[in-house]
DNA sequence: CGGTTACCCTGGATGC
DNA sequence: TGCATCCAGGGTAACC
């Protein structure tokens, strides 16, 4: 579930947590969701491993052990999320930190399984990993580099933005907000965007991720909560997501929900009257 | 190569 | 109440 504002809010949620702290037992309940080592040796690195670093990287968590420990990274993906207090569905509980401090467990929790946890041997292995997927963060992405990357595609605006390996860190649900927020359909070719609306996407998108940071990310239904366990506050006042039929905050028309090219199930939400196709 | 689809999982909501 | 169906914020392997 959780994009780039819901990642960064988690980051530094469990940062306090973990940094410079040492790790005495990483406890893994789901050995399944491990990758680039056993469980076993997952569990081995971590004893008495100190965690030098507790970073983001676009959508990713990652966790820096100090010395020869290497890298843990964390992708949260649709229903992960980690959790400083015991957890609503213990039973969803894949990975558990154990730690030298006040806070002594950080508890990893991911219902429908499909994030990941990967272990890389060093901090360049990870870094390769990511390049190989991924172009610069969102929220400082300079003007020319989103330009130049959408001049390069002819695909449709959203999915593109939504391509991790064009901009990291936006998802289904920021996508429609910067869309709507620059006036551009979701469905117009990204390489044929006017110098005008490039202006207003890239400065859209950083307020729109910086805005829902600030407000702890967004939360519906039994979907992503902060490490306390509250919710995010930006679905409060957030524009076009989860709000088909109501009035467009910019000019009153019912906000359409539909389903665009190039995004297999998902939902898009939009204004047809403040972003026209034509 | 660029672009599209199937699929990975589970649980909650909705409909009959 | 019970059962079937659909839906979900991500990402990638496999395909055309």
């Not at 030298?100 to 994030?115: A, N, Y």
């Not at 006036?183 to 729109?208: C, Y």
Request: aromatic share 6%; hydrophobic share 40%; net charge positive.
């Amino acid at each position: 579930m959780p994009e780039l504002p819901e990642v960064e809010t988690m980051v530094r949620g469990i940062r306090p947590a973990l940094e410079d702290r040492v790790l005495r037992r990483i406890e893994v309940l789901d050995a399944r969701m491990i990758q680039g080592c056993e469980a076993e040796e997952l569990e081995r690195r971590g004893r008495d491993a100190t965690v030098a670093g507790v970073d983001r990287r676009g959508k990713w968590v990652v966790l820096t052990l100090a010395g020869t420990a290497g890298i843990i990274v964390i992708q949260p993906r649709m229903t992960g999320g980690f959790w400083l207090v015991p957890p609503d569905r213990p039973q969803h509980i894949r990975l558990t930190f154990h730690v030298d401090g006040p806070l002594p467990t950080i508890w990893f929790c991911d219902t429908r399984r499909l994030g990941k946890i990967i272990w890389f041997p060093n901090a360049e292995a990870a870094a390769q990993a990511f390049a190989a997927s991924h172009g610069p963060d969102a929220l400082t992405i300079s003007r020319s580099e989103l330009a130049d990357r959408l001049s390069r595609t002819g695909r449709g605006i959203k999915p593109t933005l939504m391509d991790q390996k064009i901009v990291a860190g936006i998802g289904n649900i920021y996508a429609d907000e910067v869309l709507f927020q620059a006036r551009i359909h979701p469905e117009r070719i990204a390489s044929g965007l006017k110098k005008a609306e490039l202006d207003r996407l890239h400065r859209a998108i950083p307020r729109i991720l910086q805005a829902a940071i600030d407000a702890e990310g967004s939360s519906f239904d039994a979907g992503y909560r902060t490490v306390l366990g509250l919710e995010g506050g930006f679905l409060d006042q957030n524009s076009m997501y989860g709000r088909a039929g109501k009035p467009c905050p910019g000019c009153s028309t019912p906000i359409q929900k539909t389903k665009i090219a190039g995004l297999i199930g998902r939902p898009t939400y939009y204004c047809v009257k403040c972003q026209p196709k034509g």
